[in-house]
């Protein structure tokens, strides 16, 4: 999980729509030091989706009773948003991260 949420924040989808380049610098660094295998690049999709799910399900247990019900939304609509992005460019994501991690 630990790659997904490295991962998540170099991407920067939010910011970056084409987060090629910062995949690939990612994963040279990360790869240095912890080798990913096959399976773990295959999973990275929904690893991403489920790092955001949790950072959302905190927000909501933690500060669903002092928080604006309006920044609540905006996570979730975050959520929702990187979820999109993914379904659009997991085929170029795993490209990149075969190409950075496998060779």
């Known amino acids: 999980m630990g790659a997904a949420m490295g991962l998540r ?13 910062m995949v690939r610098r990612f994963c040279r660094g990360y790869t240095r030091w912890m080798p990913l295998t096959q ?13 955001g799910a ?5 927000w909501l247990g933690r500060r669903a009773t002092t928080d604006d019900p309006y920044i609540t939304l905006h996570r979730i609509e975050y959520l929702r948003n ?3 992005w ?13 190409d950075s991690v496998i060779g």
């Open 9 to 21: 924040m170099t991407m920067r989808v939010w910011e970056n729509p084409e987060p090629w380049e």
């Open 39 to 51: 399976e773990e690049v295959c999973a990275m999709p929904q690893l991403l989706q489920l790092r």
């Open 54 to 58: 949790i950072t959302v399900l905190w």
């Open 82 to 84: 990187a979820a999109r």
């Open 86 to 98: 993914l379904d659009r460019h997991e085929g170029s994501l795993l490209e990149v991260l075969f």
